[in-house]
C-alpha cells in the first residue's frame, strides 16, 4: 500500500470510462469491492455495467461541478491546508443546504 493513500473501503468502485483497465479491474476485485466502470469503446466486448450505481458516479461530478463556482475553491487562495478544508467544509454546507430548499437563495446585484 502506498503511504499517502487510506485503505480502500466500501462496497464498489465507480469510475470512469479513463479507469477501464483489467489491471484496475483486477486489483478492484482484489480488494473485494465491485467495479462499477463503463466500458472503455476500444474493447472488443462491453463488460457489463451496474446502471444504477453508476449514476452516483454523475451526482458527485455535478457536486464537484458545483463546488467550483466558490472562488476560493476553484483557486485555492488559502495557505494552508487546514484552511482550505475548512473552506470545502463551508462551500459544502451552502450547496446542501441549497439543494434541501432551506437555504436562501443569493441575491441579484444592487443597481447602480
Known amino acids: 500500500?502506498?503511504?499517502?493513500?487510506?485503505?480502500?473501503?466500501?462496497?464498489?468502485?465507480?469510475?470512469?470510462?479513463?479507469?477501464?483497465?483489467?489491471?484496475?479491474?483486477?486489483?478492484?476485485?482484489?480488494?473485494?469491492?465491485?467495479?462499477?466502470?463503463h466500458s472503455?469503446?476500444?474493447?472488443?466486448?462491453?463488460?457489463?455495467?451496474?446502471?444504477?450505481?453508476?449514476?452516483?458516479?454523475?451526482r458527485v461530478e455535478c457536486f464537484f461541478h458545483d463546488l467550483k463556482h466558490f472562488r476560493a475553491v476553484a483557486t485555492r487562495h488559502d495557505k494552508t491546508a487546514t484552511s482550505y478544508l475548512a473552506v470545502l467544509h463551508v462551500a459544502s454546507m451552502l450547496l446542501w443546504l441549497r439543494s434541501s430548499g432551506t437555504a436562501p437563495s443569493p441575491s441579484p446585484p444592487a443597481a447602480r
Open 40 to 58: 472503455n469503446p476500444s474493447r472488443k466486448r462491453a463488460l457489463p455495467l451496474d446502471r444504477t450505481l453508476y449514476r452516483l458516479r454523475y
Open 1 to 37: 500500500m502506498e503511504p499517502h493513500r487510506a485503505p480502500a473501503e466500501g462496497a464498489a468502485f465507480i469510475a470512469d470510462t479513463g479507469h477501464d483497465a483489467d489491471r484496475i479491474r483486477a486489483n478492484v476485485r482484489n480488494l473485494r469491492m465491485k467495479p462499477v466502470i
